[in-house]
């Protein structure tokens, strides 16, 4: 079964400066790949997706990158501020495969200092 | 505003005792899952319902029930079956095309302890 790979360690970072974070998995690439921004005690909530044939997305300070070869995406929060922290989950979507669920990584978590 | 409604928010429970937990929206969603998350865990499948009236084990349905009598509603039992169910409780939903993305939208969580 697909394995996802997410920092279990937080990031701390200080505010104004750029937070990468990772998502590696080992098995088939997905169609989709996905993040979500995990509150404590609330549900997540989409942000943004890449496709497999995109090498990167952004939206506002956003941005993932995605590379199949080494199997990982990359989230990058630029111009961090506190509002940022955050559990951050990727997601692997692979509807072709007839699989309509998505398989979730621990997630992994920033904490933004000002 | 189109969302997804998880109640109750808390909810206690003794040991032997069923408990359900409602999920409800107003998305016009096909399909809805139900998750747990534990400290530390990433969110694990329970069941998820891709049509009215039809369901599917997810990776820990053991001790768990659903059913799908309407669209909007996704209701999961937690029965005195399921060996540790304190836990985190995500119902989620989703509208996609054939080959397209599977966005989900989250409700809010239901958090249950067994006292």
């Known amino acids: 079964s697909q394995k996802i790979e997410q920092n279990s360690e937080a990031l701390n970072i200080q505010e104004g400066k750029t937070a990468t974070l990772t998502c590696n998995y080992t098995n088939y690439s997905p169609a989709y790949l996905q993040w979500y921004r995990q509150d404590p005690g609330r549900g997540p909530v989409f942000l943004l997706l890449?496709?497999?044939?995109?090498k990167e997305k952004r939206k506002e300070r956003l941005k993932v990158t995605f590379d199949t070869t080494l199997k990982q995406s990359l989230f990058h929060i630029t111009a961090s501020q506190p509002a940022d922290s955050a559990t951050y989950l990727c997601a692997l979507d692979t509807p072709r495969y007839g699989n309509n669920r998505l398989a979730f990584g621990k997630g992994n978590q920033v904490v933004v200092i000002p | 505003d189109g969302g997804i409604t998880q109640s109750p928010k808390y909810l206690f429970r003794k040991e032997g005792q069923n408990v359900t937990l409602s999920c409800e929206q107003n998305?016009?969603?096909?399909?809805m899952y139900w998750y747990r998350q534990d400290p530390g865990q990433g969110l694990r499948l329970i069941y998820y319902s891709q049509i009215v009236n039809d369901f599917q084990k997810g990776d820990i349905a053991e001790g768990y029930s659903v059913s799908r009598e309407k669209k909007e509603s996704f209701p999961l039992t937690v029965t005195s079956a399921q060996k540790n169910p304190t836990a985190f409780y995500l119902c989620?939903?989703?509208?996609?095309?054939?080959?397209?993305?599977?966005?989900?939208?989250f409700g809010a969580g239901s958090r249950l302890t067994v006292l």
């Open positions: 989620a939903s989703t509208w996609r095309s054939a080959g397209g993305a599977n966005v989900l939208t």
């Open positions: 890449i496709r497999e044939n995109e």
């Open positions: 998305l016009n969603h096909d399909a």
